[in-house]
């Protein structure tokens, strides 16, 4: 849900960018067609605090104000709620710091929002904020952490915000605002797993999903990076049940769940996808996401495999 920028068609999903431009009653229809709940996506585009190595390029760092998205286009589509739909998915570089987001969440409320799904940073959960967001409907916050060390945390961040993040998730758990954590299949954090998953479910009650790394222009090393596809086996069958996935291949660890906070799910949808010669007349192929374009040109079909077939 990164903002449109020039290398978007690089490495994004043309049709997931289409639902971003649709107007509330298409991504109702997109979204149907996609076996998701009813729900409207409001996207905001401003600067994130954050320096994720595998994320923060110039597009997501510093947004001129002329790219901000203006509040009349933010009320237009919130005025579009189609009659019923009560959930709004808030997605963007980081939504929480867009100069209009506490407006866009009374407007919404206003409007007849009643269940608010935010992807953030979770670095502004103040008191005070949880407690207003929650009078305007916040019912989900879909969050990243990376690590349940901080070190390790802020180092994937680029930024000093492991402490922050975990009082701000502790205030909104605590004011019954529901915790839906993901993270990524690094290398960097893959030996932390097991004590993240551990600590999101038994502070936050929270699942932690999975997602893959997918390749960004040359911000970073994606071989370096990313787990090969025998690491990722190692580290799912050392997974406890509680940790799910996102945006993997369906045939990566199949018994596995799927899933993560609705505004994730979409957002994982945005990684260009790509199928092998393997999965050819593969009976998952319709609810598998496909395959990151990166995966496939380093480690090719290796960890993919059709049900049945012996690998
Ligand atoms: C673009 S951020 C925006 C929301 C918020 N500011 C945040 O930090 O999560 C949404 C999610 O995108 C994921 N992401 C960003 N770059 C990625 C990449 N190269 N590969 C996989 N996931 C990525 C991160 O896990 C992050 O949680």
Redesign the pocket.
Known sequence: ??RMSADVARHEDPTVHAFMAADAPAQVQILRGWGMADAVTLILNNA?E?R?F??ANAG?TSVPRSELTPWDRIARHLDGRPQGVTTLLI????PALHPDFERALAHAHAVGFTHIEL???GLQLSAEQVSRWTAWGLAVVA??IYAAQAALHDAVCGTRCFDRLVDGLDRAHAAGVRVEL?T?ALKRTVHDMAALADMARDRWSARLAI??????ASLFSYAAESLSPDELAALLSAMPPHVSLVGMPACVDPSRARGSAQVMDI?FRT?LRQYAPVCDGCGLQERCPGVVAARLATWGEAGLARPGATT
């Open positions: 849900m990164a994130c954050n994720c595998f994320c997501v997605g963007g570089n980081e992807m953030t940073s969050v990243p993901h990524l997602a893959p790394l997918r390749d960004k957002y990684q």
